[in-house]
């Protein structure tokens, strides 16, 4: 019997419209897998495992076969009492799924993660000492785990969304997919992305969490029981970073130290300036760097600025335009304020 075949089989055993020859057939086979099965589980995790087999039945038959699921029930035999089939769908379960599954990995110990509708879903986890692991996961995403750090994952994502858990820091390297945001649980904190790129630092023994993004827009919000309205959250896109404080609570919005440039310039001359007025230099760099800049003095707005700006880092652009006019500039959480005298 093939594949095809058994799926069919077990799409009318599980609709009760076997034979009785196809129903003896499907006895024998189960008491042979149940036989030869070395599988020792408590009650706990045989409730678990049963669970995951129903799930994975569904799935695998759904997605496999050109005939459409119906909806489950119980064969309308005599012998189908509820003890004797929940022994067969065991034994039908154990010879179903492949020996490799993760299903029959290593069971996270720790306490289980629902996902979406009260699932349960069995998490893997894998730990780093010292130097950097790479992880990558089955939809495609890459994690970096950091040292001291360790990561727990399911061996395959649910069907609308990607869940994981970090104790320390990884980078993450998001495989886009629209209908199922990524999200990371790091303690207090949530980091929901599509797809994108950013990094975590959060130690358990540490006062604050640290994201900080590279590509894309990244929401983190805390890990509280409160309404969408009163959630305290914020939208970070590349460049920014958010602390938050364990002790205090609160999210605090900054700019990375040493911000790199997102949107580069077709050409070397579209970043050399002669004679151009500054609110249109300040707005290159503004779409370089994907930040804000804001003129506090308007008598800045009509001055002029001639200088190279390729290469440089973002501060010490910012220096020199602020050297041709008298002016100064302030970092205030994720925008930069110009201000000054005037030109010369």
Known sequence: MNRHDFDILLQKYLNGECSAEEEQQVRDWSDSRLAHSHLTLDPREKDALKKKIWLRLRNSVRNRGPFKMARLRWP????????????????????????????????????????????????????????????????????????????????????????VYLEGEAFFDVKKDPDRPFMVYTGELVTQVLGTSFNIRSYPDAATIEVQVVSGRVSVYENQQKSPQNRNGIILTPNQKITFDRSSGKLLPELIEEPVVVNPPDKPADFAFEEAPVPAVLQAIQKAFTIEIVIETPALEHCMFTGDLNGLPLHTQLKLICQSMNGSYELRGTTFFVRGEGCP
């Open 76 to 163: 309308k035999f005599g012998w189908a009492r509820p003890g004797i089939a929940a022994l067969v769908i065991l034994g039908l379960c154990l010879a179903y799924l492949s020996p490799t599954s993760p299903l029959f990995r290593q069971p996270d110990r720790s306490p289980p993660a629902r996902e979406s509708f009260g699932e349960l879903t069995e998490y893997l986890r894998i730990e780093n000492e010292k130097g950097e692991k790479a992880v990558l996961l089955e939809d495609g995403t890459r994690v970096v785990l950091r040292e001291n750090s360790q990561l727990r994952y399911p061996a395959q994502f649910h069907l609308t969304t990607r869940t």
